[in-house]
């Protein structure tokens, strides 16, 4: 089979390998400036349990924690923590919409006996608790209308006792995430 019609041939294929070899040992001197790579930097935590540990929980309560227990779905991530009759939960979302905070609020109100809201400022957001009577509280954050937080504290005493623990651990997460 011979070359097509049109296309010249060469004989001499070598030296264009020494030429390249040549070309690319000359640029390589050449160059002055040096080759820096970036260190990557360290990600922030992305799941409920990178975000609040048990050494966080155990300085806001006073109590002791085990690990947490993960479950995460797609943008969404929780982590429970457990002492003695108590839990904490951290749940951690990305919300693909900007909620109805009014509706939102109406529908937790209606789904938990016995709870009021307190709206709160001050956390880099739209925050409220949703206090549960004679169990504890539940702290919900919503940061430029998509990053959700909720500290859930429930056991450790009522709303009062232990909302400012829900607060240090917000503060805590969102310095992570």
Do not use: W
């Amino acid at each position: 089979m011979g070359v097509p019609r049109g296309v010249v041939q060469r004989g001499l294929a070598r030296p264009n390998g020494v030429v390249l070899v040549l070309s690319l040992l000359l640029a390589a001197a050449v160059s002055t400036k040096p080759v820096v790579t970036p260190r990557p930097v360290p990600s922030k935590a992305m799941d409920a349990c990178s975000a609040v540990t048990a050494d966080d929980l155990e300085r806001a309560l006073g109590h002791r924690f085990g690990h947490g227990q993960e479950e995460s779905h797609g943008a969404e991530s929780t982590c429970d923590y457990g002492a003695g009759n108590g839990q904490v939960s951290i749940t951690i979302q990305r919300l693909k919409a900007k909620l109805d905070l009014a509706a939102e609020i109406e529908s937790l109100k209606r789904s938990i006996e016995d709870c009021s809201v307190r709206m709160i400022s001050g956390l880099g957001g739209t925050a409220f608790f949703l206090d549960i009577a004679s169990s504890g509280t539940q702290l919900h954050v919503i940061r430029d209308d998509r990053d959700y937080m909720m500290v859930s504290i429930l056991g450790f005493g009522d709303a009062a006792e232990v909302s400012a623990a829900a607060e240090r651990v917000a503060r805590a997460a969102f310095g992570r995430i």
